[in-house]
Protein backbone atom coordinates (compact mmCIF):
# COMPACT_ATOMS: atom_id res chain seq x y z
CA UNK A 1 0.00 0.00 0.00
CA UNK A 2 1.90 3.44 -1.54
CA UNK A 3 0.40 6.62 -0.31
CA UNK A 4 -0.62 8.82 -3.91
CA UNK A 5 -1.10 11.87 -4.18
CA UNK A 6 -4.71 11.61 -5.02
CA UNK A 7 -6.13 10.63 -1.83
CA UNK A 8 -4.25 13.20 0.27
CA UNK A 9 -7.57 14.42 0.96
CA UNK A 10 -9.23 11.94 2.62
CA UNK A 11 -5.99 11.21 4.23
CA UNK A 12 -5.96 14.51 5.76
CA UNK A 13 -9.60 14.83 6.84
CA UNK A 14 -9.31 12.45 8.71
CA UNK A 15 -6.74 12.36 10.42
CA UNK A 16 -7.65 16.00 11.39
CA UNK A 17 -10.48 14.36 13.31
CA UNK A 18 -9.57 11.11 13.75
CA UNK A 19 -6.64 11.41 16.22
CA UNK A 20 -3.28 10.29 15.61
CA UNK A 21 -1.36 13.39 14.89
CA UNK A 22 -1.75 16.93 16.35
CA UNK A 23 -4.44 19.03 15.90
CA UNK A 24 -6.01 22.25 16.44
CA UNK A 25 -9.73 20.97 18.26
CA UNK A 26 -10.25 22.60 21.50
CA UNK A 27 -10.76 19.70 22.83
CA UNK A 28 -10.70 15.68 21.72
CA UNK A 29 -11.09 12.07 22.85
CA UNK A 30 -8.34 9.97 20.44
CA UNK A 31 -9.90 6.23 20.29
CA UNK A 32 -8.22 3.44 21.22
CA UNK A 33 -5.46 2.20 19.40
CA UNK A 34 -2.42 0.06 19.41
CA UNK A 35 1.87 1.56 19.89
CA UNK A 36 4.66 -0.28 18.92
CA UNK A 37 8.10 0.96 19.77
CA UNK A 38 11.59 0.15 18.52
CA UNK A 39 15.47 0.96 19.43
CA UNK A 40 16.75 1.75 15.95
CA UNK A 41 20.64 2.47 14.80
CA UNK A 42 21.16 6.07 12.96
CA UNK A 43 22.15 4.08 10.21
CA UNK A 44 18.86 1.92 9.92
CA UNK A 45 16.82 4.73 10.90
CA UNK A 46 18.16 6.39 7.55
CA UNK A 47 17.09 4.13 5.31
CA UNK A 48 13.71 3.45 6.92
CA UNK A 49 13.05 7.16 6.70
CA UNK A 50 13.80 6.99 3.14
CA UNK A 51 11.18 3.90 2.85
CA UNK A 52 8.63 5.83 5.19
CA UNK A 53 8.67 8.71 2.48
CA UNK A 54 8.34 6.47 -0.83
CA UNK A 55 5.22 4.60 1.26
CA UNK A 56 3.54 7.21 3.32
CA UNK A 57 2.14 10.48 3.49
CA UNK A 58 3.72 13.66 5.38
CA UNK A 59 2.03 14.49 8.45
CA UNK A 60 -0.68 16.95 7.34
CA UNK A 61 0.01 18.82 11.14
CA UNK A 62 4.08 19.18 10.05
CA UNK A 63 6.97 20.94 8.22
CA UNK A 64 10.09 20.87 7.21
CA UNK A 65 11.44 20.96 3.63
CA UNK A 66 9.61 17.58 3.47
CA UNK A 67 6.69 18.79 5.58
CA UNK A 68 6.99 15.74 7.80
CA UNK A 69 8.91 17.02 11.00
CA UNK A 70 8.44 19.00 13.61
CA UNK A 71 9.63 19.50 17.38
CA UNK A 72 7.98 18.25 20.09
CA UNK A 73 8.73 19.48 24.05
CA UNK A 74 6.48 18.21 26.94
CA UNK A 75 6.08 18.42 30.55
CA UNK A 76 5.66 15.05 32.63
CA UNK A 77 4.07 15.13 35.64
CA UNK A 78 4.40 12.89 38.88
CA UNK A 79 4.16 12.42 42.92
CA UNK A 80 6.44 13.39 45.46
CA UNK A 81 7.06 9.33 45.31
CA UNK A 82 7.14 9.32 41.91
CA UNK A 83 4.37 6.53 41.33
CA UNK A 84 3.97 7.13 37.96
CA UNK A 85 7.86 6.80 37.36
CA UNK A 86 7.58 3.22 39.43
CA UNK A 87 3.90 2.07 37.96
CA UNK A 88 2.63 1.73 41.20
CA UNK A 89 -1.40 1.07 41.32
CA UNK A 90 -3.33 3.19 38.89
CA UNK A 91 -0.16 5.46 37.99
CA UNK A 92 1.11 2.63 35.78
CA UNK A 93 -1.79 2.91 33.23
CA UNK A 94 -1.75 6.43 32.75
CA UNK A 95 0.63 9.49 32.34
CA UNK A 96 -0.28 13.56 32.36
CA UNK A 97 1.82 16.01 30.23
CA UNK A 98 1.79 19.05 28.57
CA UNK A 99 2.73 19.14 25.04
CA UNK A 100 3.89 22.12 22.89
CA UNK A 101 4.71 21.76 19.43
CA UNK A 102 7.76 24.01 18.10
CA UNK A 103 7.65 27.17 19.81
CA UNK A 104 3.92 27.78 19.48
CA UNK A 105 1.80 30.09 21.98
CA UNK A 106 -0.20 27.26 22.60
CA UNK A 107 0.07 23.88 24.17
CA UNK A 108 -2.13 20.70 24.71
CA UNK A 109 -3.07 18.95 28.35
CA UNK A 110 -2.64 15.50 27.87
CA UNK A 111 -3.90 12.32 29.48
CA UNK A 112 -2.50 9.40 27.78
CA UNK A 113 -3.95 6.24 29.05
CA UNK A 114 -3.67 2.73 28.24
CA UNK A 115 -6.39 0.11 29.27
CA UNK A 116 -6.16 -3.51 28.11
CA UNK A 117 -2.97 -3.12 26.52
CA UNK A 118 -4.65 -0.32 24.21
CA UNK A 119 -3.87 3.35 24.46
CA UNK A 120 -5.79 6.29 24.19
CA UNK A 121 -5.56 9.93 24.89
CA UNK A 122 -7.56 13.00 26.28
CA UNK A 123 -6.49 16.33 25.08
CA UNK A 124 -6.93 19.98 25.23
CA UNK A 125 -5.64 22.78 23.85
CA UNK A 126 -5.33 26.30 25.81
CA UNK A 127 -2.72 29.49 25.80
CA UNK A 128 0.72 28.87 26.87
CA UNK A 129 0.06 31.60 29.24
CA UNK A 130 -3.04 30.10 30.84
CA UNK A 131 -0.79 27.50 32.27
CA UNK A 132 0.15 29.30 35.49
CA UNK A 133 -4.17 28.68 36.60
CA UNK A 134 -2.43 24.83 37.03
CA UNK A 135 -1.19 25.71 40.44
CA UNK A 136 -3.71 26.89 41.88
CA UNK A 137 -5.59 25.36 45.00
CA UNK A 138 -8.60 24.81 43.07
CA UNK A 139 -9.92 23.89 39.35
CA UNK A 140 -12.46 26.44 37.87
CA UNK A 141 -14.95 24.53 36.18
CA UNK A 142 -16.06 26.66 33.54
CA UNK A 143 -11.93 26.68 32.03
CA UNK A 144 -10.99 24.43 29.40
CA UNK A 145 -8.10 22.99 31.82
CA UNK A 146 -10.63 21.81 34.42
CA UNK A 147 -10.14 18.01 33.93
CA UNK A 148 -6.74 18.33 33.98
CA UNK A 149 -6.34 20.57 36.58
CA UNK A 150 -8.69 18.21 38.47
CA UNK A 151 -7.03 15.16 38.04
CA UNK A 152 -3.37 16.83 39.21
CA UNK A 153 -5.05 17.73 42.55
CA UNK A 154 -6.31 14.76 43.13
CA UNK A 155 -3.59 12.53 42.34
CA UNK A 156 -0.83 15.25 43.92
CA UNK A 157 0.90 15.41 40.26
CA UNK A 158 3.73 18.08 39.76
CA UNK A 159 5.97 18.72 36.89
CA UNK A 160 8.69 16.86 37.09
CA UNK A 161 11.10 16.87 33.86
CA UNK A 162 10.57 18.69 29.98
CA UNK A 163 11.77 16.16 27.01
CA UNK A 164 12.08 17.85 23.84
CA UNK A 165 12.83 16.11 20.45
CA UNK A 166 12.56 16.27 16.70
CA UNK A 167 10.37 13.98 15.27
CA UNK A 168 9.66 12.72 11.52
CA UNK A 169 5.85 11.63 11.01
CA UNK A 170 4.14 9.82 8.73
CA UNK A 171 0.31 8.85 7.93
CA UNK A 172 -1.54 6.64 5.75
CA UNK A 173 -5.23 5.31 5.39
CA UNK A 174 -6.28 2.03 5.97
CA UNK A 175 -9.77 0.07 5.89
CA UNK A 176 -9.56 0.19 9.94
CA UNK A 177 -8.84 3.94 9.78
CA UNK A 178 -5.57 5.76 9.90
CA UNK A 179 -2.01 4.36 10.53
CA UNK A 180 1.07 6.26 11.48
CA UNK A 181 4.77 5.70 11.32
CA UNK A 182 7.24 8.20 13.85
CA UNK A 183 10.72 9.03 14.08
CA UNK A 184 12.21 10.52 17.44
CA UNK A 185 15.69 11.37 17.42
CA UNK A 186 17.91 13.84 19.12
CA UNK A 187 15.75 13.39 22.49
CA UNK A 188 17.08 15.57 25.53
CA UNK A 189 15.68 16.20 29.06
CA UNK A 190 15.80 19.13 31.59
CA UNK A 191 14.81 19.00 35.25
CA UNK A 192 11.43 21.05 35.40
CA UNK A 193 11.59 24.64 36.92
CA UNK A 194 7.64 25.19 37.70
CA UNK A 195 5.03 25.07 34.91
CA UNK A 196 7.48 26.74 31.90
CA UNK A 197 9.05 25.42 29.35
CA UNK A 198 12.88 25.30 28.39
CA UNK A 199 13.74 26.67 24.91
CA UNK A 200 17.64 26.35 25.32
CA UNK A 201 19.53 23.97 23.41
CA UNK A 202 21.54 22.05 26.39
CA UNK A 203 20.11 19.36 28.66
CA UNK A 204 20.78 16.04 28.86
CA UNK A 205 21.05 13.77 26.02
CA UNK A 206 18.88 10.80 25.94
CA UNK A 207 19.53 7.31 23.92
CA UNK A 208 22.03 9.49 22.06
CA UNK A 209 23.12 6.26 20.06
CA UNK A 210 19.17 5.21 18.95
CA UNK A 211 16.45 6.69 17.70
CA UNK A 212 12.80 6.15 18.97
CA UNK A 213 10.35 4.30 16.04
CA UNK A 214 6.87 4.03 16.86
CA UNK A 215 4.21 2.26 14.82
CA UNK A 216 0.56 3.36 15.73
CA UNK A 217 -2.67 1.41 14.59
CA UNK A 218 -5.88 0.29 15.08
CA UNK A 219 -7.57 -2.99 14.96
CA UNK A 220 -4.83 -5.30 13.13
CA UNK A 221 -1.29 -4.21 12.19
CA UNK A 222 -1.54 -3.22 8.75
CA UNK A 223 0.17 -5.27 5.67
CA UNK A 224 1.95 -2.03 5.10
CA UNK A 225 3.77 -2.33 8.62
CA UNK A 226 4.29 -6.02 8.41
CA UNK A 227 6.53 -5.41 5.33
CA UNK A 228 8.32 -3.17 7.84
CA UNK A 229 9.16 -5.26 10.23
CA UNK A 230 10.10 -7.88 8.03
CA UNK A 231 12.11 -6.27 5.50
CA UNK A 232 14.46 -4.61 7.74
CA UNK A 233 14.11 -7.47 10.77
CA UNK A 234 12.43 -5.08 13.73
CA UNK A 235 12.10 -6.15 16.96
CA UNK A 236 9.51 -4.33 18.95
CA UNK A 237 11.59 -3.04 22.26
CA UNK A 238 9.63 -0.82 24.85
CA UNK A 239 11.12 2.07 26.15
CA UNK A 240 9.44 4.94 27.87
CA UNK A 241 11.27 8.60 27.67
CA UNK A 242 9.84 9.93 30.84
CA UNK A 243 11.49 7.00 32.58
CA UNK A 244 14.92 7.65 31.00
CA UNK A 245 14.52 11.07 31.66
CA UNK A 246 14.27 10.61 35.26
CA UNK A 247 16.83 8.45 35.76
CA UNK A 248 19.35 10.04 33.53
CA UNK A 249 18.34 13.14 35.20
CA UNK A 250 18.71 11.73 39.09
CA UNK A 251 15.60 12.44 40.18
CA UNK A 252 14.54 8.82 41.55
CA UNK A 253 17.58 7.00 43.77
CA UNK A 254 17.57 4.07 41.42
CA UNK A 255 16.19 3.27 38.21
CA UNK A 256 15.21 -0.33 38.39
CA UNK A 257 14.43 -2.13 34.30
CA UNK A 258 10.97 -3.65 34.46
CA UNK A 259 11.51 -7.22 32.75
CA UNK A 260 9.65 -5.46 29.71
CA UNK A 261 11.88 -3.19 29.36
CA UNK A 262 15.08 -5.02 29.34
CA UNK A 263 13.70 -7.89 26.88
CA UNK A 264 12.53 -7.18 23.45
CA UNK A 265 8.72 -7.72 23.37
CA UNK A 266 7.25 -10.62 21.25
CA UNK A 267 5.79 -9.01 18.12
CA UNK A 268 2.67 -11.00 18.13
CA UNK A 269 2.25 -9.18 21.50
CA UNK A 270 3.01 -6.02 20.59
CA UNK A 271 0.39 -4.31 22.91
CA UNK A 272 2.12 -4.99 26.07
CA UNK A 273 5.04 -2.68 25.49
CA UNK A 274 5.42 0.61 28.12
CA UNK A 275 4.00 4.02 27.46
CA UNK A 276 6.36 6.90 26.12
Not at 44 to 71: E, F, K, S
Not at 167 to 188: C, F, H, K, Q, S
Request: include cysteine; aromatic fraction near 10%.
Amino acid sequence: MTFREGNFGQVFGVLTQASMSPSIHTRENREFATEIKFLIDPAVAGMIRDWARANLAPDPHAGGDLLDTYQITSLYFDTEQFDVFHRRGSFGRSKYRIRRYGHGDVVFLERKLKTRGLLTKRRSIMKLDELERLSDAESERDWAGHWFHQRLLARRLRPVCQITYRRTARVAMTNYGPIRLTMDERVRAWPATGLVFNDSDEGTALSESRIILELKYRVEMPALFKALLEGFDLTPQPVSKYRLAAAALGLVAEFEASPDETAPCAPSVPTVCALG
